[in-house]
């Protein structure tokens, strides 16, 4: 599961391996100022680095986390179902839940990429479409 998350977020950040907290707020659902919260606590789930006076957590954190939270979810889930599994059933289920997590988890990230993608692209398309206008 690890490899598979890793894979799909070095696919969404390319070759940075040092995340900022904003990256982490499209992935993780937890808003910057949330975060810092959390980090002053000593509650922050992922460990950080500091570099100068800028907070960034490693890729390989990130995914080492998302995917403890996809076993917890398959253990949960696992856990709620009325039926007596043996070992082998278990084991299959489990394997199936995390990856449906992630499936699930990685859908609603990519909407967040996209959305801010799209919106980038038309405010330098409507700043380009002024400047042209006076131009001439």
């Known amino acids: 599961m690890f490899d598979t998350i890793l894979a799909d977020l070095r696919s969404q950040f390319g070759p940075k391996v040092l995340l900022d907290p904003a990256d982490l707020a499209t992935v993780i659902g937890i808003s910057v100022g949330q975060q810092a919260n959390l980090r002053s606590e000593g509650k922050f789930p992922i460990p950080v680095e500091k570099i100068g006076n800028r907070v960034k957590v490693s890729i390989y954190e990130l995914a080492?986390?998302?995917?403890?939270?996809?076993?917890?979810h398959s253990k949960t889930e696992i856990a709620q179902s009325p039926d007596k599994l043996n070992r082998a059933q278990k084991k299959a289920t489990k394997g199936l839940l995390e990856k449906n997590w992630w499936a699930f988890r990685c859908w609603q990230v990519v909407a967040v990429i996209r959305k801010s993608s799209l919106e980038q692209s038309m405010s330098i398309n409507s700043s380009d479409s002024t400047f042209t206008k006076t131009k001439m």
């Open 64 to 72: 080492k986390y998302l995917s403890g939270m996809a076993r917890q």
